[in-house]
């Protein structure tokens, strides 16, 4: 018992021994020469401390700032001395301010936790962030850049410039330096400091830069007897051109310059309210269902003093003759704003013209992507002359070869290896199988074959949906083709964008050498330019036929996997692409793969600018292709590339 | 020489009429407002809109089986019909319910109050409150009945005029209507169309003015209504194809270019038969829709045209009852399939359910029909004729 009791008071006599080696700390020293502030800070009177600390900086000012910012620096009673703490068990556990090690324990009693209110933890923020610009971990310093992005402060702007020299990492001291600039656009103390830095501006194109711009010129409308002298007037308004009366009247009635005009409404309600004996005003209720006679019961009224007088067209036109309507930017210097109206012109300007080359961008993949569609219907419907109306479920059975290789090949790479040939295997043998069952009967009768083939593609469709059912299949791309080349703050373009694009290059330059280079493109040339003629040299025409359906049945296969890795994989997919295929090749001209080119070009990127004009809206962009190419075809009826003479056929 | 008047030319005209006739009262006869009742409302319903079907696939056979022009349109035309007459019907119909709301209170509702009342009933789900231009008319129930016509009518013609005179012939022409139907009904699905966007307009079987009369009764009397409108459009039909006319525009399907330099104006002849059965088309719809109830931009969308075609081509083309029997039979066999009428057929392994496999069975039988039947169903009628005639030379 004896022992217990004395190594419980040499535990006591060991403790504040350890607390002062604490004391010794300059940073303690400094914050005890302030001690009442400190305990206590104020928004106003918090600065001093601050001041001092960051001019002599001593060791550990970055963490204490941070941890007195979030309310983890607590006072002990016993020493008066600060420190961090950590709740352990039923006490606390203290740690040392400067260095951040643990000295001791205290209990709940006598702690007291410093809180400093919004106001003053704003101010510690502010002189906090310098210490993290210049913090060693890289993470910290960008995390601090970001925190500037998020509330851009006038107090931040030296700082910023003076861990901009001893920044190592060149892009975050690009950024540093571009950060600066902003915050000197918007806050910078003399109009040429931020002339300068907005003449710097329009030189760029980011969103920042123009947030940063638009900020400096926000403007908000306002109304007086007569134009202010010493206003920074935005423009004039004319009422009528550029504000409506409407408006200009609503702007007179929030300054509570004017009455409130009555709508129909209220109107309504004053009249009910005062129905006296099934009268409203002298008029009888049943006869209130017109316009013309509640004005009349409602000026009665008003005659009666009974309601506000009825704000009629007139004086409403009187009130805003009286008054100038305009529009004033917040900023009063219009040197300032002068410099930021032509800086944001400028970036405006150039971001307009990136903004087209990016639409061009979206513009030839949507192409590409129509031109793979379309290729193969190319050559069946193009040269061959054939409608083949299940050419999009061909396409479908391509993305579902894809869909089911990768549910066996888990690696995604390895399974659009093997699933690109794969694909054109599987469609092309269903190509020559149906070119040999129904198609080779129907080749005098073309509007047959449209519908047998008709027949076939319903048929597909349910049976795929019978097999995979209605939802949509995920076709994954590997790792490598997700993500996207980003040339700058406006354009970019998807990876798997730019892999469709090369995919339709290939087959461009692979199908044009099969048709101009090899035997087979000569007979296949042969066959449909004269097919008696052609089976008199010894050609074999259904052997041709056989093929070259095959084939543009295989090329659908390979275009339904790149498409299926971008869209959706459904039992439906086919028939979203059929009527465009269609028109790629009726637009284009039929008979020649260059006029497909043509005509998915055309297509693309009429479709793309007309969505670019209204972006909400896609099937409006939709309806209206469908129209041009319609009119279109008024005009050149053989397509964009039309064949003569013998090879013309009919 | 006097010419002998057309129906007695064409025998088979009397027998359909004699055929359609009976059929209908028959129908009338066994249904729930002649207090039998064997044929339940519903299936009224069915029927008349089958015969609703059977008059736009005459008309397809007339464009498409006497004059050779394959449209893959003619179901847009059939959908503007219903539109315009469902404008009429919804906007009655809600001016009523909005006219009996609005006087519960105490002051009597101006006539602008009710109209905006109606508008913000039809367009609030469009998220707008009031009517777009083209419902300029749709309180007149006359105007919008000529717009039945007039609509499609001005649509055809100037599709038509604008095809034929660039003589874009043959599938060309095929996959032009088919845009034409793609472009419309992409445009109807838009919510700003101005027509409700894919909500369509709802409830018109509830017709204005009736609302007492019981469904049994409507349903008779637009189903006598449809039997009167397959009735007259046959007839007619069948006049056009009939005489110098007809050989005219049949020789156009056979050989356009004979035709042309036999001193013919085609182009004239294409865009009449083009515009009337498109006319046609659209009374159809017009007849169609209020039984249905409901009609939405997906109804014109290019897969219906595509089986208007299928109907014909199963019929048979080139002869009008063909038509009728193709459309009435497919129609009737795919709601009996799609239905869940038609019974499973368990294979041990695997059951096979009709409404999974009806597509199917329809797209295969479609391509046997092309390749092995051109005649289609009306085929069969020749081998019958031609056996009872070859017995009757023994």
Redesign the interface.
């Known amino acids: 018992m004896l022992r217990a009791t004395l190594l419980v008071i040499a535990f006591c006599l060991a403790l504040p021994a350890q607390m002062a080696t604490a004391q010794d700390s300059p940073l303690q020293t400094l914050l005890q020469s302030q001690a009442g502030e400190v305990a206590k800070p104020g928004r106003r009177s918090v600065g001093v401390v601050i001041d001092a600390l960051v001019a002599e900086t001593p060791e550990g000012t970055a963490l204490f700032l941070e941890r007195w910012q979030n309310k983890g620096v607590f006072l002990n009673e016993n020493d008066g001395l600060f420190y961090y703490a950590q709740k352990s068990g039923d006490g606390y556990e203290l740690f040392d301010i400067a260095t951040d090690a643990p000295v001791g324990t205290a209990t709940k009693d006598e702690l007291t936790e410093i809180r400093p209110n919004g106001g003053v933890r704003r101010v510690i923020g502010g002189a906090l962030v310098q210490f993290q610009l210049s913090d060693p971990d890289k993470e910290r310093r960008t995390a601090a850049l970001d925190a500037i992005l998020r509330s851009p402060d006038a107090s931040q702007i030296d700082p910023l410039r003076a861990s901009t020299e001893g920044e190592p990492d060149n892009a975050l001291r690009a950024l540093k330096e571009r950060l600066a600039n902003l915050l000197t656009a918007r806050f910078g103390a003399s109009t040429d400091d931020r002339i300068t830095a907005i003449n710097a501006l329009s030189g760029t194109m980011d969103v920042d830069s123009r947030a940063a711009l638009n900020q400096i010129l926000t403007k908000s409308a306002a109304v007086a007897p007569e134009l202010p002298q010493d206003a920074n007037i935005a423009r004039v308004l004319t009422v009528g051109e550029d504000i409506s009366q409407q408006d200009a009247y609503a702007q007179l009635v929030d300054a509570g310059i004017a009455p409130e005009r009555q709508t129909a409404d209220t109107i309504k309600a004053r009249l009910s309210d005062n129905i006296v004996d099934g009268r409203v005003g002298g008029i009888p209720v049943g006869q209130l269902s017109s316009e013309e006679n509640r004005e009349k019961a409602y000026a009665a009224l008003a005659q009666a003093g009974t309601v506000p007088p009825l704000v009629t067209d007139e004086t409403i036109q009187t009130a805003i003759n009286e008054h100038a309507f305009f529009e004033t930017y917040a900023e009063s210097d219009a040197a300032i704003t002068t410099a930021a109206e032509t800086a944001l012109s400028e970036v405006e300007s150039r971001v307009a013209r990136n903004q087209i080359f990016d639409v061009s961008l979206d513009a030839i993949s949507l192409a590409s992507i129509y031109f793979l569609a379309a290729i193969g219907l190319a050559i069946t419907f193009g040269v061959m002359g054939v409608i083949n109306m299940a050419h999009g479920e061909f396409i479908m059975m391509g993305a579902y070869t894809g869909y089911v290789v990768q549910q066996i090949i888990p690696d995604y790479t390895l399974s659009l290896v093997v699933a690109l040939p794969l694909a054109f295997a599987v469609t092309f043998a269903a190509g020559v199988a149906m070119e040999r069952l129904v198609i080779r009967w129907l080749y005098h009768r073309p509007l047959e074959t449209l519908l047998a083939t008709f027949g076939i593609s319903i048929a597909l469709q349910q049976l795929a949906k019978n097999i995979f059912g209605t939802q949509a299949r995920p076709l994954t791309s590997p790792g490598w083709l997700d993500g996207a080349w980003v040339i700058n703050d406006v354009v970019q373009i998807a990876n798997i964008r730019i892999a469709i694009f090369v995919l339709a290059l290939i087959f461009l330059g692979l199908i044009l050498f099969v048709l101009n280079k090899t035997r087979l493109g000569l007979e296949v040339r042969a066959v449909t330019q004269n097919p008696g003629m052609a089976a008199s040299m010894g050609i074999n025409p259904d052997r041709i036929n056989m093929l070259t359906f095959g084939l543009g049945s295989g090329i659908a296969g390979i275009a339904g996997v790149a498409i299926g890795l971008y869209a959706k994989v459904t039992s439906e997919m086919g028939a979203d692409y059929i009527v465009q295929s269609f028109m790629t090749v009726v637009v284009g001209g039929v008979g020649n793969v260059w006029g497909t080119l043509a005509g998915a070009t055309l297509i693309g990127g009429l479709q793309k600018g007309i969505e670019w004009f209204n972006p909400s809206n896609t099937l409006a962009a939709q309806t209206y292709m469908i129209l041009f190419i319609i009119l279109f075809i008024q005009f050149r009826p053989r397509g964009v590339v039309a064949l003569k003479g013998r090879a013309a056929g009919d | 020489m006097k010419r002998k008047s057309f129906v007695a030319e064409n025998p088979s005209i009397l027998w359909f009429l004699a055929a359609l006739a009976l059929f209908t009262i028959f129908v009338t006869a066994m249904s729930e407002a002649a207090g039998i009742g064997v044929v339940s409302t519903s299936f009224i319903k069915t029927l008349g809109k089958t015969l609703c079907l059977c008059l736009i696939a005459v008309a397809m056979d007339i464009v498409w089986g006497y004059c050779g022009i ?1 449209s893959l349109g003619h179901f847009a035309f059939f959908g503007l019909g219903g539109y315009a007459i469902g404008m009429w019907l919804m906007y009655a119909r809600t001016e009523i319910i909005v006219t009996e709301s609005l006087s519960a ?9 009710i109209h905006d009342a109606v508008a913000t009933q039809i367009f609030g789900v469009v998220g707008t409150n009031e009517f777009p231009l083209i419902w300029a008319f749709a309180d007149s129930l006359f105007m919008q009945l000529a717009f039945v016509i007039l609509v499609p009518g001005l649509l055809a013609l100037v ?1 038509g005029w ?2 034929f ?4 012939t ?3 022409l ?3 209507t ?3 139907t ?2 419309l009904s ?2 109807l ?2 919510n700003d169309s101005g027509l409700r966007g894919n909500n369509g307009l709802s409830g018109l079987q509830n017709i204005p003015y009736l609302g007492d009369v019981p469904q049994s009764m409507i349903s008779i009397a637009f189903f006598w209504a449809s039997a009167v409108a397959l009735g007259l459009g046959y007839v007619l039909c069948a006049y056009v194809v009939s005489g110098k006319m007809g050989s005219v525009i049949r020789g156009i399907r056979d050989n356009e270019s004979r035709v042309r330099f036999l001193g013919y104006h085609v182009e004239s002849y294409k865009l009449f038969v083009f515009t009337l059965t498109a006319v046609i088309a659209a009374i159809a719809g017009a007849l169609y829709y209020p039984q249905a109830g409901i009609i939405n931009p997906a109804e014109i969308a ?2 219906a045209s ?1 089986y208007l ?2 109907w014909v ?1 199963i019929g048979g083309r080139g002869r009008l009852y063909g038509a009728v029997i193709g459309a009435a039979f497919v129609s009737l066999l795919s709601s009996w399939f799609t239905g869940g009428g038609a019974p499973s057929i368990p294979l041990g392994f695997y059951t096979i359910q009709w409404t ?5 069975l ?6 046997a029909v ?2 092995l039947a ?1 005649q289609g169903i009306g085929g069969l009628f020749d081998l019958i004729g031609k056996k009872s005639k070859s017995e009757g030379a023994k």
Do not use: H, K, N
């Open positions: 394959l209170a105490a002051i009597p509702p101006t006539p602008e109050e599709f604008l095809a005179r660039s003589r874009v043959g599938v060309y095929s996959i032009l088919q845009a034409m793609l472009a992409l445009y699905f838009q290019p897969i595509i075609a299928v081509a999974d496999w009806w597509l199917v329809l797209g295969l039988s479609f391509v092309t390749l051109p």
